[in-house]
């Protein structure tokens, strides 16, 4: 039996390591291709004349750029987008992804491209905090299978929040500015370019950062998301990442779209900054 | 598939510990939207025989234009454009009817299936054979007797068949409640696949309890109509 099993076993090693240089060598990386969900700027978006533009967008050419690598840009929808990838539609996820540990089950994440924190819109005087008290019977709306969604039916629903959740992020604005909602969550950049500073958002204003959050539901912060099957290419982005912030191109591409620090933000789970103290110390007592 | 059926079994069935959810959530929407489409649908199908013009021409217009618009634009319509309007917002029982998307769901299915079953009943009262006709009359009936006691019973028997298959396509037309924020089965397994990514297990999940519940009608309405229109039995 051995002396069958070992040839066998000899075999498998031998295709073993003949296939190995020859992956390593399909490997050889030429080009990158991004997979995008462009509804979502400023970090991804379609121009009017059809091209990808945004700032993941302008990270991912500078990424390609560093490594000499052709980039391509792919539109997927962002819910089925871990299963594209996973179908080998394309190499990596572009597309604003926050690091979860239910994501991070599924496929790999490169080191942290930016970070952002969790906030509350609401109408301008109203007064709400992003907390169970201050929200305790409004409504609160967010959009289904967003990590926001997870958050506030975690901290919030059980103390008599209503939370409503949408099918997408412009449905919840539009019910806010019908007041059907009190207020809504959603991340704090997106809230900004894709409502208060559009016409439609004059009336209403930031409620706050989300600070609470023990169970850590809101993820730590957004990377470039690669099938677990290829470490080599996960290595080589995260090596292009560092490399963009040791020579000065991620400050540059930052300075185009944000008047703020979006890496150096702390995750919002672990931060308790001095200007939101007074509110932080109320959701720590739930 | 499991650990989907553990996590999500109780939001899939009836709720989600804060609200009802999932098939409980489903059934009542169809419930509710079949009543009240039934009994808008009954005197509407005898409206819709008359033969007076300013009595068969509002019915007409009704079953037009809700027979000739997608459910889902009469959903947005009722759910966003209606709750938009500034007269609304201002006379109290309107803005808190409309402010809640369950009421603007059972309301946008309730219209949409009595334009359908408004059709189905008028369709069996206009075939009712005249010899029932005549026999009721010949026995000194008024016309709402005759309404009453001859041409609508045999009108929805026959109209059975036709009513079963519209209260399943009803079901299936429930799938768009969450596009009102009504947390329906489809609402729940969209929240398993974006937790899981994976789209066959939570939509497959979902397909079957629809089935199940279709099933379960098909069975029901079989029995009625073994029951009822055994006089039309070969």
Known sequence: MKQIFAPAVAVVCALGTLAAPVAAQAKALTQITFGVDATYPPFESLSPSGAFQGFDIDLGKAICAELKVKCVFVSQSFDGIIPALQARKFDAILSSMTVTPERAKQINFSSEMYNEPTSLVEKKGAGLEPTAASLKGKNVGVEAGTIQETYAKTYWQPQGVNVISYQGQDQVYADLLSGRLDASLQDSVEADYGFLKTPKGTDYQFGGNVTYDPQDVLGSYIAIGVRKDEPELLKKIDWAIAELHKNGTYNKIEAKYFNFDVYGTQPAATTAPAAAAPAASAPAAQ | ?234
């Open chain 2, 1 to 234: 598939m499991i650990d989907i059926l553990q996590n999500y079994w109780q939001a899939l069935l009836y709720s989600d510990g804060y609200g009802v959810t999932g098939l409980a959530m489903t059934l009542w929407l169809l419930v509710l939207s079949c009543a009240i489409g039934f009994c808008l649908a009954l005197p509407l199908a005898v409206l819709r025989n008359a033969r007076n013009p300013v009595l068969w021409f509002p019915v007409w217009l009704y079953t037009f234009i809700f027979r000739g618009t997608p459910l889902y634009v009469q959903l947005l319509l009722i759910y966003s454009g209606i709750y938009g309007l500034d007269f609304v917002h201002h006379t109290a029982p309107l803005a808190d009817f409309f402010r809640s998307g369950l009421n603007c769901t059972i309301l946008s299915f309730g219209l949409n299936t009595g334009a359908y079953t408004t059709e189905i009943f008028a369709g069996a009262i206009k075939e009712t054979s005249h010899g029932e006709v005549d026999a009721g009359l010949a026995m000194g009936m008024s016309r709402v007797t005759l309404y009453r006691r001859i041409i609508i019973p045999a009108a929805l028997r026959r109209a059975l068949p036709a009513y079963s298959n519209e209260v399943i396509l009803m079901l299936h037309a429930t799938t768009l409640a969450f596009t009102a924020t009504v947390p329906d089965i489809l609402k729940v397994a969209n929240d398993a696949y974006s937790a899981t990514y994976a789209p066959f297990d939570c939509f497959g999940i979902a397909a079957l309890i629809y089935l199940c519940v279709s099933f379960t009608l098909i069975f029901l309405f079989r029995r009625t109509e073994r029951r009822y229109l055994a006089f039309l039995s070969p």
